[in-house]
């Protein structure tokens, strides 16, 4: 099966999600990109985020879209509660650098705050222990794990009508391995800048059931030439038979629409993230009216 390691995971995750094809676009959204790679006492961050170098009209709205979804995880990394750990950026809207460092900033100081409270209560218990000795004891603190947050937010995919991006992000906060957070691939409709995040029809779900088991076995099949659609489900953590849609919503490339589950959600963790694209012509009859519409697809 697929086991990822750190550098795997986010090496599999960027090509899965950048299945741009070629860009065929005539009328490209212009961006500039931002990289930072920061180091503090006990934690990491690096940051690379493409945003659209106009703020006025469509690239204005499609840039607000794109710093909405940066300040969503750079303000609430390891916020289990969904609380807010820094305010959102209120400076000069039309400094994409600006932007861009706040966020690295607020990021690198929290992550390493809470690092260092981590720290603390570990050494705690580790210098109260008594099965370890002194020598011992000097090891496990020196080799303290740092936490790390890598975030990406690059534009993978750009037609006349719309455009896509990547947001994945690699996180660890000290635990047994890391793994990929953010929002998947956000597509913006080109003619007035909005998020689209509604591609299937509401009752699509029960019907897509076959194209969904087909996807997961060619993503199985990979390293498991038994997987077939009787036994598919096997794989699989699901409640009932019935396999769900990804949290994530699926994004468009130049081959169909591609559907791309998140670490745990349907399989084990060694599994990594299951992914399928689904040629238009078959997903065709579930799609929204925007979502045709948006795929020139009548």
């Not at 975030?151 to 750009?158: A, D, M």
Request: hydrophobic content about 35%; some cysteine; proline content about 4%.
């Amino acid at each position: 099966m697929k086991l990822y390691l750190k550098s795997a995971i986010v090496t599999a995750a960027i090509s899965l999600l950048a299945l741009s094809g070629c860009n065929n676009s005539t009328k490209t959204i212009n961006t500039e990109t931002f990289t930072f790679d920061d180091s503090a006492k006990y934690a990491d961050v690096s940051i690379k985020a493409e945003l659209p170098v106009s703020s006025k009209g469509v690239s204005g709205a499609i840039r607000k879209g794109l710093i909405d979804i940066m300040d969503g995880q750079l303000a609430f990394i390891g916020s289990y509660e969904g609380e807010r750990l820094f305010p959102a950026y209120d400076g000069n809207p039309d400094q994409n650098a600006a932007v861009v460092d706040y966020y690295r900033r607020n990021a690198i100081d929290m992550l390493d705050s809470n690092a260092a409270s981590d720290y603390e209560e570990r050494a705690k218990y580790i210098q109260e222990d008594e099965d370890f000795t002194d020598e011992q004891k000097k090891e496990m603190l020196e080799d303290f794990p740092r936490w790390e947050y890598d975030f990406t937010l690059e534009k993978q995919y750009e037609t006349d009508r719309y455009v896509v991006f990547n947001s994945t992000d690699y996180v660890y906060l000290g635990g047994a391995h890391g793994g990929i957070t953010g929002q998947g691939s956000p597509t913006f409709d080109k003619k007035d800048g909005h998020r689209v995040e509604k591609f299937l029809k509401d009752d699509s779900l029960q019907q897509m059931q076959t194209l969904l088991a087909a996807g997961l076995v060619d993503y199985f099949s990979d390293e498991d030439g038994s997987v077939n659609a009787g036994n598919v489900r096997d794989y699989l953590f699901l409640d009932d038979e019935t396999i769900p849609f990804p949290v994530w919503a699926p994004h468009p490339t130049e081959d169909g629409l591609c559907f791309v589950y998140q670490q745990y959600e349907i399989a084990a963790y060694a599994m990594g993230m299951p992914s399928f694209t689904i040629p238009y012509e078959a997903v065709k009859p579930y799609l929204t009216q925007e979502a045709a519409d948006l795929l020139g697809l009548k």
